[in-house]
């Protein structure tokens, strides 16, 4: 995404402790062209190729941040988490606490998931990390929120998971303010207010809710879309603000339905006001199969169609 | 359909002809049918080389660049291999995992994930399996020489050398990991590791399927007696892109020095030989050629992969 | 766990084809005495002791798997799960299913996890499973769950993870029957039927959850418990009749909250019907922070009190 | 507190025999004091040889087992160290991370997790740190003889030659990881592994602290100077069990070859030297001893760390 670009551009520019790790981000300008342009500009000692070791790749932006530097350290794709596992959850959250509250370690972890032009490697682990207290994670559903988010991550202090769906990469061009700006980390966002069902949309699920949106109002079906934007911190207060309004729930995401952050989503719901729901929440995501890379994909994942189908239902649940 | 090379009365070497051959044209066809398909065009003496050699009860994990040739020499269908890549329905996979996988009942490890290196785990659990029952089959395992900087490759051998298991570790070492030149990421020899484990190490020419064949017999011996892993650096070129697609601007700005087609190395010595005359070369290129296009068009046909194959309850549980 | 390593050594004087691979798992019979009497019965080829290696030897179990042995693999604490997370995640749930259903991985990794007597390694990640299709994970809360579920898991063609709570090791022995019996996967089990509350217990919160339920007896609230037992696949039957018939619901597990299993729990009933719930649900679990290992570990894990605390709020919350 | 070390007109050799001397003390009280403590006796000349050459501008990053005398010697303080080990209030990690922590403020890279070979990256983070700030600082990390196993070496190994970050990588060979003897798990010398990655790779008689410091000295000069990592394996013995209160039975399965006592050695050599008399040594040793009694004293009176330091607002975010 060139809005991602950018804001590591500009923060490249204004911060010389802040570099790049990663593979074939240099004369190849990265994975789908994901760093296009930084190389030629910021040569290969702040632009810096890796080898195929994911591990050493987060331990080394870890150390490098614990000792002064600003590291943003790509993992291609979010499927390639699992192999730098023990430094993104052994280290990366615990270091500022397990120190007494001492260590400062800005590093921002980007990478991609789900479905999307390249197709391969479409599995989304997301959920993992906002289990897991000490992460911040964020996944942007717009070029806008993208750029913003991305300047918001590298500012900050702690360490920061900035998961890009990869299907926006398709995006429709929206345009982006040139400068620097931050999407604050945290709060939601509503895409789209309606009275009757609230869907909280998670990364590249947005566009997808929004053409159902689109499609329910012609049927007198009104949703308010809700952008999570942020996976932890989570904005209970948005989710149950919208949930007040609309009285029922449908979340979607790329990631697994069982103990996604559906899940968390609806749960903090029911934490707080049970009552408020006249109907059963609807949680939409991945088949429960590991998710194909070949052409059975599509079926695997969520599309407009299973919110639409989600929304009626719970229209036709309501109790009130 | 694979008459050309399974054709009784041929040499051992048109056999090996025929096949590299075989993977050759395959390769090209494929890259034109699929542009995310991954070239393997120049290596094909380094992977046929290291297996063809083994017996059918023995376990083999395939490089991902390049395997589909080895599936067919131990007997898997070229159509269904084809259609994998293809995304038709019929492929071993049912068009979930990735394209280069294949089938289990012919003993090869899997394919299911794009993850680099963790097949070196399952590779080395196959020969724990035959060390556990006792037999003397083996394993051998290729993978890329950017794979050989995953944790996983240390781990792996180094487990297989503290239990002496009978596997043998072959570096398909070609010189790129995507668009990084190896000499940025591999500051010696991959087959200097091997001191590390007390195992042999061995760099070979791998655009010479003979070299090939003959330091993958000494490996296989060794492990098939009982005597543990050995690590292999077969040393090729990658003639293509990383995936057919590929514009590969990058190669302008780290240049590298291309080897020998090791197809024609290999005719020439056939020739030189006597074992073969340049029309039986080009007859064995020929066929191979149909039976790819053949194929080809017989799979093009089919329907694409679709929800009949997601498969909700192949999951375990 | 005695009922654990009596269920091992059944399994391996049956089927040669079970073997153990471990650290620590000979001379010293195990972490925590994990494997006492093992090595002595079955020599070092079926209890194999593994470098500090925990990719290759997850990795090597499932190819021995794969390749006709059904192997248990031992990672002596759950905190070191993602030192081979992508073998975890990227291979085992995924060989049968992409292999068009050909594979068989019969393969158990068994694990300990939380507080005890040992204190070390508290971190409790059996969260992040429970997401992935294509495992079972399982937590049983008692010795005879626990033999009998480690039978079931060797018995399974396909992955199991078996998490061992480590405050269970202190558990007062109850009589395990000394045949080979299964207690299968899935099913959850009501440790004690009440009237008032469904408390979802996951493993060594289950004795928190029965001391709580005395407590509360005396004042006459009555806690339904139930045992989850399998973390996946969940029971969401039963989850739903307990709550059906108690309308209120509190989870607790040692493992964090946001994102946790009692999130799964919570969102299976509101999927199914949110009108049975008359008051707010309580979701109890280790505090927001990496969990310490010194002494400030116990303030960060749930105990009875919370238990106690949190059934008394669900009660004064009740709108019914 | 740490007179007897730190005391002026000390030679460097007394200086050296007094860490060591006050690691061993310490050590035999923390074991006493907590079973679960990890016994360092044995290892001192590998630990205090790794270390005792810094800048205190340099990082380090310190095995598990030993450390808290290397964070002495660069300041930290013994009490807010003890406190770590007996749970009580004052320590630098609040009673959360492992007790084998130091401060950060030292360039020290933290325990964070008992996960063994992360340490290696965040280790090699800190070197890719000065790399980039363009100073010659550098990074000094110590590691077992069973966590050379971990993939984290080899990436890290490799990533740092690749990178030529200015780092030394030391293994403290004790010869056991828990129970397990290290041939069962390390077919070769570790030093071997370096190798691969066209590094120097050095054995050291680890209980001769000249001899790990001579072999340091040439490592850190290397890595100031811009010419990349090293790997050392300095060979030591285990002179006690894994933790405090290990039964060690499997020592009697597993018999081991004892190596004679670093501090002993280290002491007469002085004595032959001419740098010190038996008189001075005893004077020393003694003077850790109390030095580390009487700290001792004052930090079992401290209050357990509890709830207070739970610090759910030190979490990020
Ligand atoms: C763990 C992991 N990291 C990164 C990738 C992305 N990737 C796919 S192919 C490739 C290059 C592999 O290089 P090599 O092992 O030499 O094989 P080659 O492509 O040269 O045959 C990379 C980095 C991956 N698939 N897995
Ligand atoms: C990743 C990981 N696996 C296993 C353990 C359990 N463990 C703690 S200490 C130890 C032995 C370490 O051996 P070594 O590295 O040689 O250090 P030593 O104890 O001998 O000083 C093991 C296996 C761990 N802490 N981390
Ligand atoms: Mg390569
Ligand atoms: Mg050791």
Same mark, same amino acid.
């Given at each position: @995404?060139?809005?991602?670009?950018?804001a590591i551009?500009?923060?490249?520019?204004?911060?010389?402790?802040v570099?790049?790790?990663?593979?074939?981000?240099?004369?190849?300008?990265?994975?789908?062209?994901?760093?296009?342009?930084?190389?030629?500009?910021?040569?290969? @000692?702040?632009?810096?190729?890796?080898?195929?070791?994911?591990?050493?790749?987060?331990?080394?932006?870890?150390?490098?941040?614990?000792?002064?530097?600003? &590291?943003?350290v790509?993992?291609?794709?979010g499927?390639?988490?699992?192999?730098?596992?023990?430094?993104?959850?052994?280290?990366?959250?615990?270091?500022?606490?397990? #120190?007494?509250?001492?260590?400062?370690?800005?590093?921002?972890?980007?990478?991609?998931?789900?479905?999307?032009?390249?197709?391969?490697?479409?599995?989304?682990?997301?959920?993992?990390?906002?289990?897991?207290?000490?992460?911040k994670?964020?996944?942007?559903? #717009?070029?806008?929120?993208?750029?913003?988010?991305?300047?918001?991550?590298?500012? +900050?202090?702690? &360490?920061?998971?900035?998961?890009?769906?990869?299907s926006?990469?398709?995006?429709?061009?929206a345009?982006?303010?040139?400068?620097?700006?931050? #999407? &604050?980390?945290?709060?939601?966002? =509503?895409?789209?207010?309606?009275? +009757?069902?609230?869907?909280?949309?998670?990364?590249?699920?947005?566009?997808?809710?929004?053409?159902?949106?689109?499609?329910?109002?012609?049927?007198?079906?009104?949703?308010?879309?809700?952008?999570?934007?942020?996976?932890?911190?989570? +904005?209970? +207060?948005?989710?149950?603000?919208?949930?007040?309004? #609309?009285?029922?729930?449908?979340?979607?995401?790329?990631?697994?339905?069982?103990?996604? =952050?559906?899940?968390?989503?609806?749960?903090?719901?029911v934490?707080?006001a049970?009552?408020?729901?006249?109907?059963?929440?609807?949680?939409?995501?991945?088949?429960?199969?590991?998710?194909?890379?070949?052409?059975?994909?599509?079926?695997?994942l969520?599309?407009?169609?299973?919110?639409?189908?989600?929304?009626?239902?719970?229209?036709?649940?309501t109790?009130? | 359909?694979?008459?050309?090379?399974?054709?009784?009365?041929?040499?051992?070497?048109?056999?090996?002809?025929?096949?590299?051959?075989?993977? %050759?044209?395959?390769?090209?066809?494929?890259?034109?049918?699929?542009? %995310?398909?991954?070239?393997?065009?120049?290596?094909?003496?380094?992977?046929?080389?290291?297996?063809?050699?083994?017996?059918?009860?023995?376990?083999?994990?395939?490089?991902? %660049?390049?395997?589909?040739?080895?599936?067919?020499?131990?007997?898997?269908?070229?159509?269904?291999?084809?259609?994998?890549?293809?995304g038709?329905?019929?492929?071993?996979?049912?068009?979930?995992?990735?394209?280069?996988?294949?089938?289990?009942?012919?003993?090869?490890?899997?394919?299911?994930?794009?993850?680099?290196?963790?097949?070196?785990?399952?590779?080395?659990?196959?020969?724990?399996?035959?060390?556990?029952?006792?037999?003397?089959?083996?394993?051998?395992?290729?993978?890329?020489?950017?794979?050989?900087n995953?944790?996983?490759?240390?781990?792996?051998?180094?487990?297989?050398a503290?239990?002496?298991?009978?596997?043998?570790?072959?570096?398909?070492?070609?010189?790129?990991?995507?668009?990084?030149?190896?000499?940025?990421?591999?500051?010696?020899?991959?087959?200097?590791?091997?001191?590390?484990?007390?195992?042999?190490?061995?760099?070979?020419?791998?655009?010479?399927?003979?070299?090939?064949?003959?330091?993958?017999? /000494?490996a296989?011996? %060794?492990?098939?007696?009982?005597n543990?892993p050995?690590?292999i650096?077969?040393?090729?070129?990658?003639?293509? /892109?990383?995936?057919?697609?590929?514009?590969?601007?990058?190669?302008?700005?780290?240049?590298?020095?291309?080897?020998?087609?090791?197809?024609?190395?290999?005719?020439?010595?056939?020739?030189?030989? /006597?074992?073969?005359?340049?029309?039986?070369?080009?007859?064995?290129?020929?066929?191979?050629?149909?039976a790819?296009?053949?194929?080809?068009?017989?799979?093009?046909?089919?329907?694409?992969?679709?929800?009949?194959?997601?498969?909700?309850?192949?999951?375990?549980?």
């Open positions: @995404m060139e809005a991602v670009i950018e551009a500009v923060a490249m520019r204004e911060d010389p402790r570099f790049y790790i990663g593979q074939d981000v240099g004369a190849m300008q990265g994975s789908m062209q994901g760093t296009k342009g930084l190389w030629e500009e910021f040569g290969p @000692m702040r632009i810096r190729e890796a080898p195929i070791s994911e591990s050493a790749m987060v331990g080394a932006a870890l150390g490098a941040a614990l000792f002064g530097q600003r &590291p943003i790509e993992i291609s794709f499927e390639f988490l699992p192999a730098a596992m023990n430094q993104l959850i052994n280290q990366a959250p615990n270091l500022h606490y397990m #120190t007494g509250g001492t260590a400062r370690v800005p590093v921002v972890v980007r990478t991609r998931v789900g479905d999307g032009p390249y197709g391969g490697h479409p599995q989304d682990y997301s959920a993992w990390f906002a289990h897991v207290p000490g992460w994670v964020v996944m942007p559903a #717009t070029p806008v929120d993208a750029k913003g988010m991305m300047t918001a991550a590298i500012r +900050d202090d702690g &360490p920061v998971l900035f998961f890009e769906g990869m926006l990469s398709h995006a429709a061009r345009p982006v303010p040139l400068d620097a700006f931050e #999407t &604050p980390i945290g709060p939601a966002r =509503i895409a789209r207010e309606g009275r +009757d069902v609230t869907v909280v949309a998670v990364g590249s699920s947005l566009p997808l809710a929004v053409r159902a949106a689109g499609e329910l109002a012609a049927e007198g079906i009104e949703l308010e879309i809700l952008d999570l934007r942020t996976l932890r911190p989570l +904005d209970r +207060d948005a989710i149950l603000a919208s949930v007040r309004r #609309t009285r029922r729930l449908i979340t979607v995401h790329e990631a697994w339905v069982a103990g996604g =952050i559906g899940a968390e989503v609806v749960a903090s719901v934490e707080e049970p009552e408020v729901l006249v109907a059963p929440v609807i949680r939409i995501g991945a088949a429960a199969v590991p998710v194909p890379s070949g052409k059975v994909r599509p079926h695997a969520p599309n407009a169609r299973h919110i639409v189908e989600a929304a009626r239902r719970v229209m036709a649940g109790r009130a | 359909m694979l008459a050309p090379v399974e054709a009784k009365g041929l040499s051992e070497g048109l056999r090996l002809y025929g096949w590299m051959a075989l993977s %050759r044209e395959l390769d090209e066809v494929l890259c034109a049918a699929n542009p %995310r398909w991954f070239p393997s065009a120049g290596e094909e003496a380094a992977m046929v080389g290291a297996f063809c050699d083994l017996r059918p009860d023995d376990a083999i994990a395939a490089h991902y %660049r390049g395997p589909l040739v080895i599936y067919m020499m131990r007997g898997a269908e070229m159509a269904r291999l084809v259609a994998q890549v293809l038709k329905v019929g492929g071993y996979n049912k068009g979930r995992s990735v394209p280069f996988t294949g089938p289990v009942d012919l003993k090869i490890v899997p394919w299911v994930a794009g993850d680099l290196g963790t097949s070196l785990g399952v590779a080395t659990g196959a020969a724990l399996a035959f060390q556990q029952e006792g037999s003397d089959r083996i394993c051998v395992c290729t993978f890329g020489d950017g794979t050989a995953r944790g996983d490759f240390h781990e792996n051998l180094n487990l297989a503290s239990w002496r298991l009978p596997i043998v570790y072959v570096c398909q070492h070609n010189g790129w990991a995507i668009s990084q030149p190896a000499k940025d990421y591999l500051p010696a020899p991959v087959a200097n590791r091997a001191a590390g484990y007390a195992i042999p190490g061995l760099e070979v020419d791998g655009n010479d399927v003979d070299a090939v064949r003959r330091t993958m017999m /000494g296989i011996a %060794r492990a098939r007696e009982g543990g050995s690590l650096e077969a040393r090729t070129w990658r003639a293509k /892109g990383h995936w057919a697609a590929d514009p590969q601007d990058y190669r302008a700005i780290h240049p590298d020095t291309p080897m020998a087609d090791p197809l024609v190395r290999y005719g020439d010595r056939l020739i030189q030989r /006597g074992e073969a005359s340049a029309t039986d070369l080009d007859r064995l290129r020929d066929a191979a050629r149909a790819v296009a053949s194929t080809l068009e017989a799979v093009r046909v089919l329907p694409d992969t679709g929800e009949a194959e997601l498969g909700l309850d192949e999951v375990h549980p």
